[in-house]
């Protein structure tokens, strides 16, 4: 399976952007002024605890009073009179955040990214016109950085927007999003990339998601509704020990990327109706049983794995995808046969490895972006169809079935380096190689019947010499017609 990584998230709420521009201008044009003495005070702590010396840039920091809106990164209101946000983005930043922290009253903005953080998170509680808080890690945690402690609750922050701790080393249990005086206006809540346990709170009090991402933590029990959350575009929960169903994102209209893969959760959803914007949903590697919902309602689908379950029924059909790359449903119980996938011109990967399908390959026609074909270890028969039609091909498996007839030519696919058409029944020549296009080891033709003629390119590709020994009893006798004992 090629793998489908989520780091790229949706970027903050257009809205939200032109905000936080608008604000980041107000300290260019703030006067010399003194902000009050508590203020410059949280920034001093800052500068102290921070390692200055290491920063990439600190202009001005550590200036008189009335130049703290000068200082690099430091945000104020139009007339200089509050600090409004301190934002500093791959600064080299080194430390703990002060505890002076929780006493900023007026702060509306912490961007602190990738940087290198330790030590707790002190309580926000107080900082009632926090929209922004961003304090994610810039190296690897093994490495011994990252926020540590408890996840601070956001009980009486109803303007924060975005509250983003991802690779850090917290733990404990996601606090409960307040049913009053709650974060009404919360749009973004991720906590990946943790050390978190327990089970994650309902949302119904947080209306206004448009994305959650919890993966790689320790979470378990079920994950709660997301009916309600018409605004979402992206969930994250992949990695943790989440059980139950999974959540049904039917109906949500804004919906666009969904990942619950390597979990422990054991029923499929039953309908994917009305996801106009859904191009992503990966639920690999849990004990999903059940069927997969039809995929009419899905038209911008581009990636679809729900490999490593136990899934039944048949495959869905693809003619109102269009858009499909990559598809996984290998290592269930599925049955029935192949859809058609002629003629998806965006389709790079189709996998259906491990089940049990029977009938026939579809047409392989006009596919001029698959890479990756694999339907082996199921029970299709008839013949392979001509491979022409997949110019970029780089894999090919279809071994362990019950196909007949001759191994389709390979000549003309120059990128192709892996080829598996063993354990069927395949009869005639080898086909045709490109020589040293196949990775060495990586093919194979046997078992079958095919006529031992030999071939150094066949030897390589599939490490065997000759190439046909596996493909009988007696390998060291050939005759043009095919095997014959001495």
Same mark, same amino acid.
């Given at each position: 399976?090629?793998p489908f990584r989520h780091s790229r998230r949706p970027a903050a709420a257009p809205g939200l952007a032109r905000w936080l521009l608008a604000l980041a201008l107000t300290a260019v044009s703030a006067a010399a002024h003194a902000v009050p003495a508590s203020e410059r005070a949280f920034l001093l702590d800052f500068y102290a605890d921070m390692h200055p010396e290491y920063w990439f840039d600190r202009s001005n920091w550590g200036g008189p009073a009335g130049t703290e809106c000068t200082w690099y990164g430091v945000i104020c209101d139009?007339?200089?009179?509050?600090?409004? /946000?301190?934002?500093?983005?791959?600064?080299?930043?080194?430390?703990?955040?002060?505890?002076?922290?929780?006493?900023?009253?007026?702060?509306?903005?912490?961007?602190?990214?990738?940087?290198?953080?330790? /030590?707790?998170? =002190?309580?926000? #509680?107080?900082?009632?016109?926090?929209?922004?808080?961003?304090?994610?890690?810039?190296?690897?945690?093994?490495?011994?950085?990252?926020?540590?402690?408890?996840?601070?609750?956001?009980?009486?922050?109803?303007?924060?927007?975005?509250? #983003?701790?991802?690779?850090?080393?917290?733990? /404990? @249990?996601?606090? !409960?999003?307040?049913?009053?005086?709650?974060?009404?206006?919360?749009?973004?809540?991720?906590?990946?990339?943790?050390?978190?346990?327990?089970?994650? !709170?309902?949302?119904?009090?947080?209306?206004?998601?448009?994305?959650?991402?919890?993966?790689?933590?320790?979470? &378990?029990?079920?994950?709660?509704?997301?009916?309600?959350?018409? #605004?979402?575009?992206?969930?994250?929960?992949?990695?943790?020990?989440? @059980?139950?169903?999974? =959540?049904?994102?039917?109906?949500?209209?804004?919906?666009?990327?969904?990942? $619950?893969?390597?979990?422990?959760?054991?029923?499929? *959803?039953?309908?994917?109706?009305?996801?106009?914007?859904?191009?992503?949903?990966?639920?690999?590697?849990?004990?999903?049983?059940?069927?997969?919902?039809?995929?009419?309602?899905?038209?911008?689908?581009?990636?679809?794995?729900?490999?490593?379950?136990?899934?039944?029924?048949?495959?869905?059909?693809?003619?109102?995808? !269009?858009?499909?790359?990559?598809?996984?449903? @290998?290592?269930?119980?599925?049955?029935?046969?192949?859809?058609?996938? $002629? %003629?998806?011109?965006?389709?790079?990967?189709?996998? $259906?490895?491990?089940?049990?399908?029977?009938?026939?390959?579809?047409?392989?026609?006009?596919?001029?972006?698959?890479?990756?074909?694999?339907?082996?270890?199921?029970?299709?028969?008839?013949?392979?169809?001509?491979?022409? %039609?997949? =110019?970029?091909?780089? @894999?090919?498996?279809?071994?362990?079935?019950?196909?007949?007839?001759?191994?389709?030519?390979?000549?003309?696919?120059?990128?192709?380096?892996?080829?598996? *058409?063993?354990?069927?029944?395949?009869?005639?020549? =080898?086909?045709?190689?490109?020589?040293?296009?196949?990775?060495?080891?990586? &093919?194979?033709?046997?078992?079958?019947?095919?006529?031992?003629?030999?071939?150094?390119?066949? #030897?390589?590709?599939?490490?065997?010499?000759?190439?046909?020994?596996?493909?009988?009893?007696?390998?060291?006798?050939?005759? $043009?017609?095919?095997?014959?004992? !001495?």
């Amino acid at each position: 399976m090629i793998p489908f990584r989520h780091s790229r998230r949706p970027a903050a709420a257009p809205g939200l952007a032109r905000w936080l521009l608008a604000l980041a201008l107000t300290a260019v044009s703030a006067a010399a002024h003194a902000v009050p003495a508590s203020e410059r005070a949280f920034l001093l702590d800052f500068y102290a605890d921070m390692h200055p010396e290491y920063w990439f840039d600190r202009s001005n920091w550590g200036g008189p009073a009335g130049t703290e809106c000068t200082w690099y990164g430091v945000i104020c209101d139009g007339a200089g009179d509050h600090v409004l /946000g301190l934002e500093m983005v791959r600064n080299n930043v080194w430390g703990t955040l002060p505890a002076s922290l929780s006493e900023q009253t007026q702060l509306k903005i912490l961007r602190l990214p990738l940087n290198f953080f330790e /030590g707790p998170i =002190p309580p926000l #509680d107080a900082l009632v016109n926090l929209v922004v808080f961003e304090a994610t890690q810039q190296v690897n945690t093994a490495e011994g950085y990252g926020l540590t402690g408890p996840l601070p609750s956001l009980a009486g922050l109803s303007r924060l927007r975005i509250f #983003d701790v991802n690779h850090n080393r917290l733990e /404990g @249990s996601i606090p !409960p999003f307040p049913v009053e005086n709650g974060p009404v206006a919360l749009e973004q809540y991720i906590v990946a990339y943790n050390r978190l346990d327990g089970t994650i !709170p309902s949302l119904d009090s947080a209306p206004t998601l448009t994305l959650i991402d919890v993966s790689s933590n320790a979470l &378990t029990g079920s994950f709660p509704s997301l009916a309600h959350l018409s #605004d979402l575009t992206f969930v994250g929960a992949n990695s943790n020990q989440l @059980s139950g169903p999974l =959540p049904s994102i039917a109906g949500l209209p804004r919906m666009k990327e969904f990942y $619950a893969r390597d979990n422990q959760f054991d029923r499929m *959803v039953s309908s994917f109706a009305d996801l106009p914007a859904l191009e992503v949903y990966d639920v690999a590697f849990n004990r999903l049983e059940g069927p997969i919902p039809a995929l009419d309602q899905v038209p911008r689908l581009r990636v679809f794995y729900a490999n490593d379950n136990a899934l039944v029924g048949t495959l869905p059909t693809f003619e109102a995808t !269009p858009e499909l790359v990559h598809f996984d449903a @290998s290592n269930n119980h599925l049955t029935g046969r192949l859809p058609e996938i $002629a %003629g998806l011109a965006s389709m790079g990967t189709f996998h $259906a490895a491990n089940n049990q399908l029977s009938g026939g390959i579809p047409s392989l026609a006009d596919l001029p972006m698959m890479n990756s074909f694999d339907v082996s270890h199921n029970r299709l028969g008839g013949t392979i169809p001509v491979l022409n %039609g997949m =110019p970029r091909l780089g @894999s090919f498996k279809v071994n362990d079935n019950h196909l007949s007839g001759t191994a389709p030519r390979v000549a003309i696919l120059h990128m192709l380096l892996s080829y598996d *058409v063993s354990d069927n029944r395949l009869t005639g020549p =080898p086909p045709a190689i490109v020589p040293g296009s196949i990775r060495p080891g990586a &093919t194979a033709l046997c078992p079958n019947h095919l006529d031992p003629e030999p071939s150094v390119q066949w #030897d390589q590709a599939t490490g065997e010499t000759p190439w046909y020994q596996a493909c009988t009893a007696f390998p060291d006798v050939i005759w $043009a017609g095919g095997f014959e004992a !001495p």
